[in-house]
């Protein structure tokens, strides 16, 4: 059968124009033979719900939507809706045409439930879809962990339709989809599945969220039949299932070149932020900082350079002014002169550098005003982790590369100049290295900036505490003064405007209760295993609930060590075991609940680039909802 995808561009919730484009699209593959048209998870409602008040309103105007695509589109499609599920996303696979309308994961709990397997454990999702179509059994993945259970469980299934629910994180190259092909995931998939894999991306940004594309079809055998370009739309229909014919023409997967893929992205997220907001223009101040450069060429790149306007605002630096002026001029871009203008003319003191930045963002914020167009910052991710200019008030309404380390700011910089030459000079600022709170003087600045960011990464990213940070970068100093800006800034970044989401972990993410007072240390493992050992000895005493809470046990008893010869410790009281029975019954309550749940996917605010799906993981991705267990 042929199978094809339409990689497209969309307004989320335009739900009559999407509709419209996907029923010419339709079109356009039954003419090229598709008996089954793909459309990715963004197109027509977008990667996360509506707010909840909303949501039953929104839905019935989806299903109006569902009806004309059912009577309209020349051949059967899936078009992935996206619902809401206890406040996290829900993705739903529709297979609409000749007048019917197939929810596939509502089919499959459905059957499920009928057979009794829906509270199985043991069992893959009880939403995953399989379902016959055109001769073969098709099944549909929307997540890692679901391609995985059809690998774990050894599901039948012809061939594997994944609906990419996932934004491009620079930092997981499965994101990537078919960008890195010759490396991922997806054809170790197709070969343990014996099954084709058809990955779906959705292209453009929404929201914040940036999609690349990358669409592709795999063989059983990991072979590419086809592909579409990454940060573009496209139609492709692809033949899916026996053999490729011998004549047929050789697919080569795209190189993964990780700065230009993310160039590329950014340069996309900021076109579709801007363009689906009715903007055409961007402001900015260029101040000699790699971020406002390349956010100065990824705003020509995205809009056209007639469409850019910058304030050169460096005062006291004759060096750094020039390199500026220089790249503008490069870029072709409009640009005025901060000295020129008359409330910041008179602020040319080093000491009052804040009040000329606040006078720098209010010409930037009337200019935006006067061009429609919208404000935008060179702020990184990591002055925005460390708090770097917390005090400045900021004109800015989106910053580009927020969620880009200051160290791979530099390296798109050094990429874009392969492309054309527009930047003077490629390496920090004086003054740009990151300050923590202690001289770097043993290490150039780009060195110092490196470790500065991998600290930071390392936390935030991958989950690593400040003990296993430490333990790999063996710098104890760095890490915890690194990691304390990162939280002793947490109250600034409130806030502070919106960044295009291109990692698996954002800030927002990564962000603690603010005002929380404890905050974590470097701690040798003979700590934990001591205080482990002697609330264990405690418990093995039978201590109850109501002692810890200073109940009525005397405090001398209550802070006894336990004595191997104490009969008294050996045998706790009914008292004691029943405390210990209820305090299981409300952790196994909590766990139900979704109190171990470390990460959520899709979160409301994340669009959709949370990870798995709720619960703890286990050596092989598989997710357990409820890890707590009275054993």
């Given at each position: 059968m042929r199978i094809g995808i339409a990689q497209i561009d969309t307004r989320a919730g335009d739900l009559e124009a999407t509709a419209t484009r996907m029923v010419a699209l339709s079109g356009t593959a039954a003419e090229q033979g598709a008996d089954l048209l793909v459309f990715p998870m963004a197109a027509l409602t977008g990667p996360l719900p509506v707010r909840e008040s909303e949501q039953d309103d929104f839905l019935v105007d989806v299903m109006d939507a569902l009806v004309r695509l059912s009577e309209e589109v020349s051949c059967p499609c899936i078009v992935p809706v996206v619902g809401a599920l206890d406040g996290q996303p829900a993705p739903e696979a529709v297979l609409v045409g000749d007048e019917k309308i197939l929810p596939l994961k509502m089919q499959a709990y459905a059957q499920s439930?009928?057979?009794?397997l829906a509270d199985d454990e043991d069992a893959p999702a009880p939403d995953l879809p399989e379902f016959e179509f055109g001769g073969m059994r098709l099944g549909v993945a929307f997540t890692y962990e679901d391609l995985d259970d059809y690998d774990d469980f050894d599901i039948d299934v012809d061939a594997i339709i994944y609906i990419a629910g996932y934004g491009y994180a620079a930092d997981d190259v499965d994101s990537a989809l078919g960008g890195d092909l010759a490396e991922n995931r997806y054809v170790a998939d197709a070969r343990t599945t014996g099954a084709w894999i058809v990955g779906v991306g959705s292209v453009g940004g929404y929201g914040t969220s940036v999609y690349s594309g990358s669409s592709f079809a795999l063989s059983p055998e990991g072979e590419l039949v086809a592909s579409l370009p990454a940060c573009e739309e496209g139609l492709v229909v692809a033949e899916v299932g026996g053999s490729p014919?011998?004549?047929?023409?050789?697919?080569?997967?795209e190189v993964y070149n990780r700065p230009l893929y993310l160039w590329q992205t950014l340069v996309l997220g900021l076109r579709d932020y801007l363009h689906k907001l009715d903007q055409r223009s961007a402001v900015l101040a260029l101040d000699g900082s790699v971020g406002s450069m390349v956010v100065a060429a990824l705003a020509t790149d995205a809009l056209g350079p007639t469409n850019v306007h910058a304030i050169v605002d460096v005062p006291g630096d004759v060096s750094r002014e020039a390199c500026c002026q220089r790249l503008a001029r490069n870029l072709r871009i409009d640009v005025r002169d901060a000295g020129d203008m008359r409330a910041a003319a008179f602020v040319a003191k080093p000491e009052d550098a804040l009040l000329r930045r606040g006078i720098v963002d209010a010409y930037l914020a009337v200019w935006a005003a006067e061009v429609g167009g919208v404000v935008l910052s060179g702020a990184d991710k990591t002055a925005l982790a460390l708090g770097e200019k917390r005090r400045a008030l900021g004109a800015d309404a989106l910053k580009p590369v927020g969620d880009v380390y200051r160290s791979d700011v530099l390296e798109l910089m050094r990429m874009r100049n392969t492309i054309s030459p527009v930047f003077p000079s490629t390496r920090l600022a004086a003054g740009?290295?990151?300050?923590?709170?202690?001289?770097?003087?043993?290490l150039p600045d780009e060195a110092w900036c490196a470790e500065v960011d991998q600290v930071l990464s390392d936390h935030i990213e991958y989950g690593r505490s400040?003990?296993?940070v430490a333990a790999d970068l063996r710098d104890d100093r760095l890490v915890e003064a690194v990691l304390a800006r990162l939280d002793e800034s947490e109250p600034w970044r409130v806030g502070r405007g919106l960044y295009l989401m291109v990692s698996t972990v954002?800030?927002?993410?990564a962000r603690r209760p603010v005002g929380l007072a404890w905050h974590n240390r470097i701690r040798a493992d003979r700590d934990a295993a001591s205080t482990l050992d002697r609330v264990t000895r405690r418990v093995g005493a039978g201590i109850g609930l109501s002692d810890l809470r200073g109940g009525p046990t005397s405090?001398?008893?209550a802070h006894k060590e336990p004595d191997d010869g104490d009969a008294g410790a050996a045998a706790p009281s009914r008292g004691d075991a029943r405390q210990v029975k209820d305090a299981l019954s409300f952790l196994r309550d909590f766990s139900y609940g979704g109190g171990f749940r470390p990460k959520g996917f899709g979160d409301a605010q994340d669009g959709g680039q949370g990870g798995p799906a709720n619960g703890f993981e286990d050596s092989h991705g598989r997710t357990w909802p409820n890890p707590f267990s009275e054993n």
């Amino acid at each position: 059968m042929r199978i094809g995808i339409a990689q497209i561009d969309t307004r989320a919730g335009d739900l009559e124009a999407t509709a419209t484009r996907m029923v010419a699209l339709s079109g356009t593959a039954a003419e090229q033979g598709a008996d089954l048209l793909v459309f990715p998870m963004a197109a027509l409602t977008g990667p996360l719900p509506v707010r909840e008040s909303e949501q039953d309103d929104f839905l019935v105007d989806v299903m109006d939507a569902l009806v004309r695509l059912s009577e309209e589109v020349s051949c059967p499609c899936i078009v992935p809706v996206v619902g809401a599920l206890d406040g996290q996303p829900a993705p739903e696979a529709v297979l609409v045409g000749d007048e019917k309308i197939l929810p596939l994961k509502m089919q499959a709990y459905a059957q499920s439930e009928d057979a009794g397997l829906a509270d199985d454990e043991d069992a893959p999702a009880p939403d995953l879809p399989e379902f016959e179509f055109g001769g073969m059994r098709l099944g549909v993945a929307f997540t890692y962990e679901d391609l995985d259970d059809y690998d774990d469980f050894d599901i039948d299934v012809d061939a594997i339709i994944y609906i990419a629910g996932y934004g491009y994180a620079a930092d997981d190259v499965d994101s990537a989809l078919g960008g890195d092909l010759a490396e991922n995931r997806y054809v170790a998939d197709a070969r343990t599945t014996g099954a084709w894999i058809v990955g779906v991306g959705s292209v453009g940004g929404y929201g914040t969220s940036v999609y690349s594309g990358s669409s592709f079809a795999l063989s059983p055998e990991g072979e590419l039949v086809a592909s579409l370009p990454a940060c573009e739309e496209g139609l492709v229909v692809a033949e899916v299932g026996g053999s490729p014919a011998d004549g047929d023409e050789e697919v080569l997967p795209e190189v993964y070149n990780r700065p230009l893929y993310l160039w590329q992205t950014l340069v996309l997220g900021l076109r579709d932020y801007l363009h689906k907001l009715d903007q055409r223009s961007a402001v900015l101040a260029l101040d000699g900082s790699v971020g406002s450069m390349v956010v100065a060429a990824l705003a020509t790149d995205a809009l056209g350079p007639t469409n850019v306007h910058a304030i050169v605002d460096v005062p006291g630096d004759v060096s750094r002014e020039a390199c500026c002026q220089r790249l503008a001029r490069n870029l072709r871009i409009d640009v005025r002169d901060a000295g020129d203008m008359r409330a910041a003319a008179f602020v040319a003191k080093p000491e009052d550098a804040l009040l000329r930045r606040g006078i720098v963002d209010a010409y930037l914020a009337v200019w935006a005003a006067e061009v429609g167009g919208v404000v935008l910052s060179g702020a990184d991710k990591t002055a925005l982790a460390l708090g770097e200019k917390r005090r400045a008030l900021g004109a800015d309404a989106l910053k580009p590369v927020g969620d880009v380390y200051r160290s791979d700011v530099l390296e798109l910089m050094r990429m874009r100049n392969t492309i054309s030459p527009v930047f003077p000079s490629t390496r920090l600022a004086a003054g740009e290295a990151p300050e923590v709170g202690f001289d770097h003087a043993s290490l150039p600045d780009e060195a110092w900036c490196a470790e500065v960011d991998q600290v930071l990464s390392d936390h935030i990213e991958y989950g690593r505490s400040v003990t296993e940070v430490a333990a790999d970068l063996r710098d104890d100093r760095l890490v915890e003064a690194v990691l304390a800006r990162l939280d002793e800034s947490e109250p600034w970044r409130v806030g502070r405007g919106l960044y295009l989401m291109v990692s698996t972990v954002t800030l927002f993410d990564a962000r603690r209760p603010v005002g929380l007072a404890w905050h974590n240390r470097i701690r040798a493992d003979r700590d934990a295993a001591s205080t482990l050992d002697r609330v264990t000895r405690r418990v093995g005493a039978g201590i109850g609930l109501s002692d810890l809470r200073g109940g009525p046990t005397s405090r001398k008893n209550a802070h006894k060590e336990p004595d191997d010869g104490d009969a008294g410790a050996a045998a706790p009281s009914r008292g004691d075991a029943r405390q210990v029975k209820d305090a299981l019954s409300f952790l196994r309550d909590f766990s139900y609940g979704g109190g171990f749940r470390p990460k959520g996917f899709g979160d409301a605010q994340d669009g959709g680039q949370g990870g798995p799906a709720n619960g703890f993981e286990d050596s092989h991705g598989r997710t357990w909802p409820n890890p707590f267990s009275e054993n």
